[in-house]
């Protein structure tokens, strides 16, 4: 795992936590904000590519392309704070083999899988799919070019310091098919990510995510590889993390919004601290 850091129940935490599709109006169920109410974003996302800065990793298992940076400065910038301010936040709670689990930063999704389809009942979802907010929308589109793939779900972290984290694990759901490929885009501040192979102790990499990076994680690297983003005792900035990934059926619509919006309340920026929303 991650260390003597690492809170032990944040071990435990799953793996598992991104429609190209137009998602039709969805009902309003209780405990949902009204995500109509999401404001649109003053940036463009298109004008905010950096091109030509991308490098493949290649060793063996290991498959990775980094995007460095993926996003200019200004727009990774206002996109940061327009995820801060404008999403809904969750800091998910839940139970797993008798040990209650407190999910060590905040989280937030959009999306649904690639089995539904336009016009047909959402009741079979055990949390009602939220469609994804035009900005975001509109940065897929752009990942999906760059990366060569296509994602239904944005899982969001938010990192609000060092004590805030992800443990060692890999996103290799079976509900993501076999040699899943995920973009995993960094904005605001800078956080290390770790690999480490799962039978090989000695084969480790480091990377610097720093604001407008992203990296894919493609082929077999999540079969034979874990990532983290580990917790610092060193003061680091707050870190928002952006990744696209492809459900392709219920289990993963029901998945990730089990563990990235659970039950709990909205939580919204309150004097630069998240705090739960009353009566939400
Ligand atoms: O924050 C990051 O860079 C990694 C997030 C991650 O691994 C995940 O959400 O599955
Ligand atoms: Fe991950």
Same mark, same amino acid.
């Given at each position: ?5 690492? #809170? ?7 793996s598992s936590k991104l429609a190209r599709v137009a998602i039709p109006a969805i009902e309003r169920s ?39 940076? %993926? ?18 936040? +969750? ?23 690639? #089995?539904? $389809? ?7 979802? @055990? ?6 907010? #035009? ?10 070019? #760059? ?11 938010? +990192? ?14 079976? %509900? ?16 290390? %990510? ?10 480790? @990499? ?8 992203? *990296? ?27 990744? %696209?990934?492809?459900?392709?059926? *219920? ?16 939580? $919204? ?12």
């Amino acid at each position: 795992m991650t260390g003597k850091r690492q #809170a032990p129940t944040d071990c435990l935490e799953p793996s598992s936590k991104l429609a190209r599709v137009a998602i039709p109006a969805i009902e309003r169920s209780k405990g949902l904000p009204d995500y109509d109410d999401i404001p649109p974003a003053s940036f463009d996302i298109a004008k905010g590519i950096r091109q030509n800065h991308a490098r493949a990793i290649k060793k063996g298992d290991l498959d990775l392309v980094y995007f460095k940076p %993926f996003l200019a400065s200004a727009t990774a910038k206002a996109l940061y704070q327009w995820c801060l301010t404008a999403l809904p936040w +969750y800091k998910v709670q839940y139970r797993t083999r008798g040990i209650d689990i407190d999910t060590p930063r905040f989280t937030t999704t959009f999306g649904i899988d690639q #089995a539904f $389809k336009p016009g047909s009942s959402l009741s079979v979802y @055990e949390r009602k799919p939220r469609p994804i907010p #035009a900005p975001l929308q509109a940065l897929l589109d752009q990942v999906s070019q #760059a990366t060569g793939a296509d994602y239904n779900f944005l899982l969001i972290n938010f +990192y609000q310091d060092g004590t805030n984290s992800i443990t060692y694990h890999s996103d290799d759901e079976k %509900f993501l098919g076999p040699l899943p490929t995920i973009a995993s885009l960094s904005l605001g501040g800078s956080r290390d %990510f770790l690999m480490k192979h799962k039978e090989d102790p000695k084969r480790k @990499e480091k990377f610097l995510l720093e604001a407008g990076d992203l *990296i894919v994680m493609r082929g077999s690297t999540q079969a034979k590889w874990l990532h983290a983003v580990p917790k610092r005792t060193s003061t680091v900035q707050p870190r928002i993390n952006i990744t %696209f990934r492809k459900a392709l059926n *219920i289990a993963g619509t029901n998945n990730y919004y089990k563990y990235n919006v659970g039950d709990g309340p909205v939580h $919204k920026l309150v004097n630069g601290r998240m705090q739960p929303v009353a009566g939400t």
